[in-house]
């Protein structure tokens, strides 16, 4: 079976520090991949998604990038948060082709202070 | 563009109650329609989906049937339980190169004895 896993769980970081959150699929080769974005009392904004090796595709503009360095592992990354950067960042995969439904992972609660 | 609306919350009901949470949404062409659910601190578990006009979506007790007439996907539960408690998510599919789901800003519903 699929299992999708994201670290850390918790993260607090000061203004202007670097970040990076990994997201890391099991037993499925060549999934789409995605990062969301849910801010405090909100819904959920997909930030990137992902349909292979180095193809990083960005929905709205933000100080955040993604890279996938490999077929199942994918990086949300930022070189200065900001204090809007504050939330809970979900990770999500679907089966490449057309299948529709995504798959989260257990999200990482991010505190900028 | 795609848009999905729900009902604001929170909603409150005594167990057993019944459980409506509407849903609509605006979109081109035929959209997979879901509903996800999202419990304290964790991420989104998929929790029914339906993929075209008059199919009902169905797990757990919870129902949900997609019409493309009033472009609705209320979900439903004849009785509730305080295990239900959690916040529950509207979200409709694009599918391209890969799927994208557009969600609903959440439901939160809260469930007493």
């Known amino acids: 079976s699929q299992t999708i896993h994201q670290w850390p769980a918790t993260l607090v970081q000061p203004v202007g520090s670097p970040l990076s959150l990994e997201c890391t699929v099991e037993g499925t080769s060549n999934p789409n991949l995605y990062w969301y974005r849910q801010a405090a009392g909100r819904g959920l904004q997909l930030l990137f998604y992902?349909?292979?090796?180095?193809?990083i595709s960005s929905e709205v503009p933000q100080n955040l990038s993604a890279s996938r360095p490999q077929d199942r592992q994918f990086i949300l990354s930022s070189k200065k948060l900001l204090l809007s950067d504050s939330g809970f960042y979900l990770c999500?995969?679907?089966?490449?082709?057309?299948?529709?439904?995504?798959?989260f992972g257990p999200g990482t609660r991010l505190t900028v202070l | 563009g795609n848009s999905v609306t729900q009902m604001e919350g929170p909603v409150t009901l005594s167990e057993e109650a019944f459980l409506t949470i509407n849903c609509t949404y605006t979109a081109t062409g035929y959209p997979s329609l879901f509903w996800y659910v999202q419990y304290p601190g964790e991420g989104l578990q998929l929790l029914l989906k339906?993929?075209?006009?008059?199919d009902k979506g169905s797990n757990k007790g919870f129902e949900a049937t997609y019409r493309k007439e009033t472009t609705s996907f209320h979900l439903e539960k004849g009785s509730v339980q305080v295990s239900d408690s959690a916040v529950y998510f509207c979200a409709l599919s694009r599918t391209g190169t890969a799927s994208k789901l557009t969600f609903g800003t959440g439901t939160r519903l809260q469930v007493t004895l």
């Open positions: 992902s349909v292979g090796i180095g193809q």
């Open positions: 999500a995969w679907s089966v490449t082709g057309g299948a529709d439904t995504q798959y």
């Open positions: 339906a993929t075209k006009a008059d």
